[in-house]
C-alpha cells in the first residue's frame, strides 16, 4: 500500500519558538495533501488543506499565519506552527490523496503523526 | 446541528466473538462512509469505504453497513482476536464542506 511518512514523530519544544513538521508521499504522487489535529480521546479536526503550487485552503478558526503550509512539490508538504505556545500542544496528522478531483477524499493515506509538546 | 457519532465507551468483546461499532450521523447526506483504524500514537489505517448506493461491504473478517435511512453505519469483525484491538474510526463525506468529517472513534479491547 501507499506510504506517507511523517517527520519527526515527537518534538518538544519551548514557548515562542517556531517548528516544522513535514509530510512525504514516498511512492506516490499527492497533489492533495490534509492536515489534522488530534486531542486525546477526540476525533481529527481538519485544518487545511494543502494543494501542490496553491495556497492552502484552512478551516474556519485555523489562523493562517499561526500554521504556516507549504506543498512546494507533489510528494512534499510542511506544517509550520509559528511562535508555538502551550495550547499548541497537540496530535498533529497529515494525510494525502492518491486520486484527484471526485474522489480526493476517498481511502486516504496518513503519516504516524507528531506529537507536539510546547513547554 | 450536524454531527457524527460513535460510542465513546470502549467494547470489551472475548476473543473469537464478533464486535459490531455503531456511527450514527445526523443532518448529514454523505456520498460515502469509510472505516479507519487507529493504534495509538499512530496515524487512522484506511479500512473500507461504502458508498450510498450500498447496502453492504465486505474485506475479509470485516463487514459494514450503511443505512441512509436510518443515518447509521455498522461497523464488524467476525472471529475478532486481540490484534483487532484498537480505535476504529468512521467517517464521512460532507459535499457541502466538501471534507471528510471523523467520528471521535470507538475503541475495542478484544480480551484472549
Known amino acids: 500500500g501507499a506510504v506517507v511518512s511523517q517527520h519527526p514523530s515527537r518534538v518538544i519544544c519551548k514557548s515562542g519558538t517556531s517548528v516544522k513538521i513535514e509530510c512525504r508521499s514516498l511512492?506516490?504522487?499527492?497533489?492533495?495533501m490534509f492536515w489534522y489535529r488530534q486531542f486525546p480521546k477526540k476525533s481529527l479536526m481538519l485544518m487545511a488543506t494543502?494543494?501542490?503550487?496553491?495556497?492552502?485552503?484552512?478551516e474556519q478558526g485555523v489562523e493562517k499565519d499561526k500554521f504556516l503550509i507549504n506543498h512546494a512539490s507533489l510528494t512534499l508538504s510542511t506544517l509550520t506552527v509559528t511562535s508555538a505556545h502551550p495550547e499548541d500542544s497537540s496530535f498533529y496528522i497529515c494525510?494525502?490523496?492518491?486520486?484527484?478531483?471526485?474522489?480526493?477524499?476517498?481511502?486516504?493515506?496518513f503519516g504516524s503523526g507528531t506529537q507536539l509538546s510546547v513547554l | 446541528s450536524q454531527k457524527i457519532e460513535q460510542n465513546s465507551e470502549a467494547l470489551n468483546i472475548q476473543e473469537g466473538k464478533t464486535a459490531t461499532l455503531t456511527c450514527n450521523y445526523t443532518?448529514?447526506?454523505?456520498?460515502?462512509l469509510q472505516w479507519y483504524r487507529q493504534d495509538p500514537g499512530r496515524g487512522p489505517v484506511f479500512l473500507l469505504l461504502?458508498?450510498?448506493?450500498?447496502k453492504e461491504k465486505r474485506k475479509e473478517r470485516l463487514k459494514v453497513t450503511f443505512d441512509t435511512t436510518l443515518k447509521q453505519s455498522l461497523f464488524h469483525i467476525t472471529a475478532s482476536q486481540p490484534a483487532d484491538s484498537a480505535t476504529y474510526l468512521c467517517?464521512?463525506?460532507?459535499?457541502?464542506?466538501?471534507?471528510?468529517?471523523f467520528g471521535a472513534g470507538t475503541r475495542l479491547a478484544v480480551h484472549p
Open positions: 443532518n448529514y447526506s454523505p456520498a460515502y
Open positions: 511512492d506516490f504522487q499527492a497533489t492533495t
Open positions: 494543502s494543494n501542490e503550487g496553491s495556497k492552502a485552503t484552512y
Open positions: 494525510s494525502a490523496s492518491r486520486t484527484g478531483g471526485r474522489k480526493t477524499n476517498e481511502k486516504l493515506f
Open positions: 461504502i458508498r450510498e448506493n450500498e
Open positions: 467517517a464521512l463525506f460532507s459535499g457541502g464542506y466538501n471534507k471528510l468529517i
